[in-house]
């Protein structure tokens, strides 16, 4: 059926609202539970009664709309999120290298999206699932200068020869993920006889659950740039520019003018501190537009006058269980690094605690980081594949005494045993346990990495 205009095909759209796969079923595919895709295509031919094509047009041609059917998520405190990226079209390396942005199979065939919502409950069957929202989602002027820039990073390492080092990563809002059954999927790419992964662009789940909460909850997020600076300067060069004046002064000065309460102990300092410090008081960091969109998480870094960092970096705890028959590409680890960018807010002692006890603290500046591909896939993957095999063979536990208390000592990685990461406890004691997959207990473990790579890494250019 042809649909002579965008409000005819949104109010079509708007009839499948409520309405489960079950009901809207005329195929029966919605009894293989196992196929992820047939769910879009249950919308695409049991609703609107077209026939399932890999077109490289948008799915509603004649008005340039592409159709999408995907799963939002109830979270444990009651918000809803993206439960997953959303894939768009697969990236023919050879041909994408010769377009513009404008001539791009991306914007040929995802200009406009017609977004079918449907809440992803584990418990149920999927015939079950309901349609929550179906909406016409055209670009914000800001988003699609981030997203520019993002097709523009992707395409310039397409044309070096390098879509082998493509990374979720390396972008905003718009990303290169892999498409195919295993790593086994690769393609030709221009400049580089190095075959490459097949991959999609897609836009980031960070980037859709931003879209969830504007269309479903009506939530607004505050922007740290407006579309004429971005088509002007890149995301991290506002940033830079916007932490540029503080750089240099201590803590206690910064306090004083931007009428910031120092709190270290305090868990929303740092929130505190960064949005201060942008200029949009009081704002938390879960609602600035740019670092939803585009996954950006904080971290504090802490250097002696030397440059080393005071402290190993700590992330979150992990689970031993699942990390022990879990696969690689779908392990927290693989998708944290694979995915998330990480603003390093960095500060720095002038004195050693010998020199001064009560030293002051200067903010010394910020990196925007991602963890490179060969690192993700080299050091990292040794990781946790050499931890999976300890978990699996029964991890090492024995009682030692240590500053005149019995700790239980593990021979899980320790600093310095890779130059990367390491697991060690993050808490005050041992006593807060966890099982093992043969029934004995542990003290809750944590990822970290090495405070000497994360030296490493600040170095590599100006913070």
């Not at 349609?131 to 044309?159: G, P």
């Not at 579309?227 to 002007?232: A, F, Y």
């Amino acid at each position: 059926m042809l649909y002579q205009s965008e409000k005819e095909l949104l109010y079509k759209a708007q009839q499948a609202e409520g309405k489960t796969f079950g009901e809207i079923d005329k195929s029966g595919r919605v009894q293989n539970e196992r196929s992820k895709g047939h769910l879009g295509q249950i919308i695409e031919e049991s609703f609107f009664g077209y026939q399932v094509n890999s077109n490289s047009e948008a799915d509603f041609a004649d008005l340039g709309i592409e159709l999408k059917v995907t799963p939002i998520r109830k979270n444990k405190n009651g918000t809803l999120s993206a439960k997953e990226r959303l894939v768009l079209n697969i990236i023919n390396y050879m041909e994408e290298s010769t377009t513009t942005f404008e001539t791009s199979s991306f914007w040929r065939k995802n200009k406009e999206l017609l977004l079918m919502f449907y809440e992803w409950i584990p418990e149920i069957r999927r015939a079950d699932y309901r349609i929550i929202k179906s909406y016409l989602h055209r670009y914000a002027e800001e988003d699609l200068e981030i997203i520019k820039q993002d097709w523009q990073l992707i395409n310039e390492k397409i044309r070096k020869g390098l879509a082998h080092e493509l990374s979720e990563a390396d972008t905003n809002y718009l990303a290169a993920c892999t498409k195919g059954a295993n790593r086994s999927s690769l393609r030709e790419q221009p400049f580089s006889e190095v075959p490459a992964m097949q991959r999609a662009y897609s836009l980031k789940q960070s980037y859709m659950t931003a879209l969830v909460r504007k269309i479903i909850l009506n939530k607004e997020l505050i922007s740290i740039a407006s579309p004429h600076e971005l088509k002007q300067r890149t995301l991290l060069q506002i940033l830079k520019d916007k932490f540029k004046p503080f750089i240099g002064k201590n803590l206690n000065e910064l306090s004083y003018s931007q009428g910031i309460s120092i709190n270290y102990k305090s868990k929303s300092f740092l929130q505190i501190f960064v949005s201060n410090l942008l200029g949009i008081k009081g704002t938390k960091l879960d609602e600035i537009d740019e670092f939803v969109k585009a996954n950006i998480q904080l971290k504090t870094v802490r250097l002696e006058p030397n440059g080393r960092p005071e402290q190993h970096m700590s992330f979150k705890n992990i689970d031993l269980m699942k990390w022990a028959v879990e696969d690689w590409e779908n392990s927290w680890l693989y998708n944290y690094f694979s995915e998330t960018k990480i603003l390093f807010v960095v500060f720095q002692y002038k004195e050693t605690k010998k020199q001064n006890p009560n030293r002051k603290l200067y903010f010394n500046g910020i990196k925007l980081w991602n963890m490179p591909p060969g690192e993700i896939n080299g050091r990292l993957k040794t990781f946790w594949s050499d931890v999976q095999i300890l978990i699996n063979n029964g991890i090492h536990l024995e009682p030692k005494i240590q500053r005149k208390r019995i700790i239980i000592a593990n021979n899980l990685p320790k600093p310095k045993s890779n130059g990367l990461c390491h697991i060690r406890p993050k808490g005050r004691n041992g006593n807060d346990r966890v099982p093992l997959p043969d029934g004995r207990m542990i003290a809750k473990q944590s990822f970290w990495l090495d405070r000497e790579w994360v030296a490493s890494i600040l170095k590599v250019d100006e913070v």
